[in-house]
C-alpha cells in the first residue's frame, strides 16, 4: 500500500524559507519509472502543481516559481524534500506531496493528506 | 499558465447524472491526451478518479467516467450517490513536464 506523509512548520514568516518534507512509503524512488510531485492549494483556490522529482534525479518545477523552489529526494530514507525561499503570506496553503506516473502518462496516482502552512509576522 | 476552468457547483438528486466541464486550449486540454480528475473529501487526501482523459484506476467506481473534445475535458458521475459529494478538480499536462489544475467544482447530492 502506497502511502506520502507531508510534514514541515505550520507558521513561517516572511521573507523566511519554508522546508517541506514527504516520507512515503509503498514504493521505492530507486525504482525506474517512480516519481513524487509537489502541489499546493492556496485558501479558496486552485491547486497548483509545484515540482517534480524522479527516480534518476531528473527536476522539474513550475514556471512561474522555478527560481524559488528546490526539489531533491533521499531515497534510503523515502523521502522528498521541498524547499521554497523568500515565502510570502500569498504563499500560505494547504501542501501536498504525491507519486506520481509518467510512463506514458502523466497523473497523480496517491496523495498524501497535506500539510498547511501559514506565512505570517 | 492560467488555471483550467470548471463551474464552481453542480447538483443533483440521488441517482442521476451531473458532468463537470474542464476547459483549457490547445497547449494543455486540447494539446494532450494526459488529463485527470481527482476527488477531494476536505481535510483528506485528494483520490484519483479518472487519468489519461478516460481511464479509471482500479477501485473506482464505473460510475465515474471521462472525455475530452477539443479544448474541452469532462467529468461524469452516473447514478450519483451521498458519498460524491465532494470536491472534484481536473488536471492536465501543460508542455515542458508542467501540470496545470482546474479551479474545482463542489458536487452536491441533494
Known amino acids: 500500500q502506497v502511502t506520502l506523509r507531508e510534514s514541515g512548520p505550520a507558521l513561517v514568516k516572511p521573507t523566511q524559507t519554508l522546508t517541506l518534507t514527504c516520507t512515503f512509503s509503498?514504493?521505492?524512488?530507486?525504482?525506474?519509472?517512480?516519481?513524487v510531485s509537489w502541489i499546493r492549494q492556496p485558501p479558496g483556490k486552485a491547486l497548483e502543481w509545484l515540482a517534480r522529482?524522479?527516480?534518476?534525479?531528473?527536476?522539474y518545477y513550475s514556471t512561474s516559481l522555478k527560481t524559488r523552489l528546490t526539489i531533491s529526494k533521499d531515497a534510503s530514507k523515502n523521502q522528498v524534500v521541498l524547499t521554497m525561499t523568500n515565502m510570502d503570506p500569498v504563499d500560505t496553503a494547504t501542501y501536498y506531496c504525491?507519486?506520481?506516473?509518467?510512463?506514458?502518462?502523466?497523473?497523480?496516482?496517491?496523495w498524501g493528506k497535506g500539510t498547511t502552512v501559514t506565512v505570517s509576522s | 499558465q492560467s488555471a483550467l476552468t470548471q463551474p464552481r457547483s453542480v447538483s443533483g438528486s440521488p441517482g442521476q447524472s451531473v458532468t463537470i466541464s474542464c476547459t483549457g486550449t490547445?497547449?494543455?486540454?486540447?494539446?494532450?491526451?494526459?488529463v485527470s480528475w481527482y476527488q477531494h473529501h476536505p481535510g483528506k487526501a485528494p483520490k484519483l478518479m479518472i487519468y489519461?482523459?478516460?481511464k479509471r484506476p482500479s477501485g473506482v467506481p464505473d460510475r465515474f467516467s471521462g472525455s475530452k473534445s477539443g479544448n474541452t475535458a469532462s467529468l461524469t458521475i452516473s447514478g450519483l450517490q451521498a458519498e460524491d459529494e465532494a470536491d472534484y478538480y481536473c488536471?492536465?499536462?501543460?508542455?515542458?513536464?508542467?501540470?496545470?489544475f482546474g479551479g474545482g467544482t463542489k458536487v452536491t447530492v441533494l
Open positions: 504525491a507519486r506520481t506516473v509518467v510512463t506514458i502518462s502523466y497523473y497523480m496516482a496517491v
Open positions: 509503498g514504493f521505492s524512488l530507486t525504482t525506474g519509472g517512480m516519481c
Open positions: 522529482i524522479d527516480w534518476d534525479d531528473d527536476k
Open positions: 490547445s497547449s494543455d486540454v486540447g494539446g494532450y491526451h494526459y
Open positions: 489519461d482523459v478516460n
Open positions: 488536471c492536465s499536462y501543460a508542455g515542458s513536464y508542467t501540470l496545470v
